[in-house]
């Protein structure tokens, strides 16, 4: 039995979701190895050998690799996946887009959104919004699985000495090609990566009181900001702050909820923090029913006062 993870980087490092689905492939019994496929990925391999319990990093050139395009990474982990057992993905939204092609390529079913190896063909991930946990069990021969990185510990991203082995590519399929991309540039912490969130809802109001309000909170914290969907829907963050369900899965040390009612969508984001303030004037809001500690007041009254003792 041996783990392949498909490692995420930017070429020169690997992102935090790559060690969340190390610790997974570990629990799949056998040892891990994890690939990285780039274009001038040296660093990137470097780094994924010094992760804690990798046993062996394969490094894979390629101009066509440089921006992870799904077709060329799932033909790259075809040509790998007779030697493995477990084939792993962080469930992010490259994950989920190389996956499913993975997994069809091999006529298999894909094993999606694990939060739990209970055995080494069988697994537990949330359905309806996170309200039941089905556990699931598969009898193919290759495990295609992504995983909820909130749902594993990170591995330590230092203390390994996995041996690098550099192979040929396949050739580039040709079927799509990367003419740009535009990022949007945030001072603050990544939102899926952030120790502390400071997230708020529709009762902000508007975009000038939600920044008004929850910036100077975030700053004095040194938290990353996000949203409710009722909030992003009504223009006052942008898309890439939403948490929940159809957002970022988030599990941060700390998560402060603003005047978030707590819909289950947004539960389903948020409930593994390790620690959720709740500030809602409704004494009957949901948010209340997963809070550590709640707070009914007027937001507008509550923040600034915190800030105030902060």
């Given at each position: 039995?041996?783990?392949?993870?498909?490692?995420?980087?930017?070429?020169?490092?690997?992102?935090?979701?790559?060690?969340?689905?190390?610790?997974?492939?570990?629990?799949?019994?056998?040892?891990?190895?994890?690939?990285?496929?780039?274009?001038?990925?040296?660093?990137?391999?470097?780094?994924?050998?010094?992760?804690?319990?990798?046993?062996?990093?394969?490094?894979?050139?390629?101009?066509?690799?440089?921006?992870?395009?799904?077709?060329?990474?799932?033909?790259?982990?075809?040509?790998?996946?007779?030697?493995?057992?477990?084939?792993?993905?962080?469930?992010?939204?490259?994950?989920?887009?190389?996956?499913?092609?993975v997994a069809a390529l091999l006529d298999v079913g894909?094993?999606?959104?694990?939060?739990?190896?209970?055995?080494?063909?069988?697994?537990?991930?949330?359905?309806?919004?996170?309200?039941?946990?089905?556990?699931?069990?598969?009898?193919?021969?290759?495990?295609?699985?992504?995983?909820?990185?909130?749902?594993?510990?990170?591995?330590?991203?230092?203390?390994?000495?996995?041996?690098?082995?550099?192979?040929?590519?396949?050739?580039?399929?040709?079927?799509?090609?990367?003419?740009?991309?535009?990022?949007?540039?945030?001072?603050?912490?990544?939102?899926?990566?952030?120790?502390?969130?400071?997230?708020?809802?529709?009762?902000?109001?508007?975009?000038?009181?939600?920044?008004?309000?929850?910036?100077?909170?975030?700053?004095?914290?040194?938290?990353?900001?996000?949203?409710?969907?009722?909030?992003?829907?009504?223009?006052?963050?942008?898309?890439?702050?939403?948490?929940?369900?159809?957002?970022?899965?988030?599990?941060?040390?700390?998560?402060?909820?603003?005047?978030?009612?707590?819909?289950?969508?947004?539960?389903?984001?948020?409930?593994?923090?390790?620690?959720?303030?709740?500030?809602?004037?409704?004494?009957?809001?949901?948010?209340?029913?997963?809070?550590?500690?709640?707070?009914?007041?007027?937001?507008?009254?509550?923040?600034?006062?915190?800030?105030?003792?902060?």
């Amino acid at each position: 039995m041996t783990a392949l993870v498909i490692a995420e980087h930017d070429n020169a490092s690997i992102r935090p979701a790559t060690l969340n689905t190390v610790t997974a492939a570990s629990q799949c019994g056998g040892e891990v190895h994890v690939l990285v496929a780039g274009q001038n990925a040296a660093a990137a391999a470097q780094a994924a050998a010094q992760i804690a319990g990798v046993a062996k990093v394969i490094h894979v050139e390629g101009a066509h690799f440089a921006h992870g395009l799904a077709e060329n990474m799932a033909a790259q982990v075809i040509a790998l996946a007779g030697s493995y057992s477990h084939i792993l993905f962080p469930a992010t939204a490259s994950g989920k887009n190389i996956a499913p092609r993975v997994a069809a390529l091999l006529d298999v079913g894909q094993i999606s959104d694990i939060t739990k190896v209970d055995a080494l063909d069988t697994f537990e991930r949330p359905i309806y919004a996170g309200n039941a946990i089905a556990i699931v069990q598969s009898l193919d021969a290759v495990k295609v699985i992504t995983v909820r990185t909130t749902g594993f510990d990170a591995a330590a991203s230092t203390g390994g000495s996995a041996a690098i082995e550099t192979q040929t590519g396949v050739a580039d399929s040709g079927k799509s090609s990367f003419l740009g991309a535009e990022i949007a540039k945030n001072d603050r912490p990544e939102l899926t990566a952030a120790k502390i969130i400071v997230s708020g809802g529709r009762a902000l109001g508007s975009s000038e009181k939600f920044h008004e309000v929850l910036e100077p909170l975030a700053d004095k914290l040194g938290a990353a900001l996000g949203a409710s969907r009722a909030a992003v829907d009504a223009g006052y963050a942008p898309n890439d702050w939403q948490v929940g369900q159809t957002g970022k899965i988030v599990a941060p040390q700390l998560y402060v909820a603003v005047g978030i009612s707590g819909a289950i969508q947004h539960l389903a984001g948020m409930k593994d923090s390790k620690v959720i303030v709740a500030i809602n004037k409704d004494a009957e809001a949901p948010i209340f029913s997963v809070a550590d500690y709640g707070l009914e007041a007027d937001l507008f009254t509550a923040v600034p006062e915190l800030i105030a003792a902060l």
